[in-house]
């Protein structure tokens, strides 16, 4: 049973940093992605890795954000910086199984950006 845990949301000043962290378990996992669902908006992408460590960004985090991944540990990160209001979200870990290639989402974790 696949499992996921993330950790690491809060309130931050603009400005400021976070990370976020998603601990998957129960399976191997290839792909792995942060989504983000600002208030009354649809959920969006904002970065993906590959297994092998390749990653992509929306362009409104690039250059700010940054997502990492600890294979022996099946987690995967989402470092922070340079936030902004915008920013304002929950944001959600999904990984994708890597023999029967089902999606899996996260909990959810808030990420509020204000002064």
């Known amino acids: 049973q696949v499992q996921l845990v993330e950790s690491g949301g809060g309130l931050v000043q603009p400005g400021g940093s976070l990370r976020l962290s998603c601990a998957a378990s129960?399976?191997?996992?290839?792909?792995m992605a942060w989504y983000r669902q600002p208030p009354g908006k649809e959920r969006e992408l904002v970065a993906t890795?590959?297994?092998?460590?390749?990653?992509n960004a929306a362009d409104s985090v690039k250059g700010r954000f940054s997502i990492s991944r600890d294979n022996a540990k099946n987690t995967v990160y989402l470092q922070m910086n340079s936030l902004k209001p915008e920013d304002t979200a929950v944001y959600y870990c999904?990984?994708?199984?890597?023999?029967?290639?089902?999606?899996?989402w996260g909990q959810g974790t808030q990420v509020t950006v204000s002064s």
């Open positions: 999904n990984v994708k199984t890597y023999y029967s290639g089902h999606n899996y």
């Open positions: 129960g399976s191997t996992f290839s792909a």
């Open positions: 890795i590959s297994r092998s460590g390749s990653t």
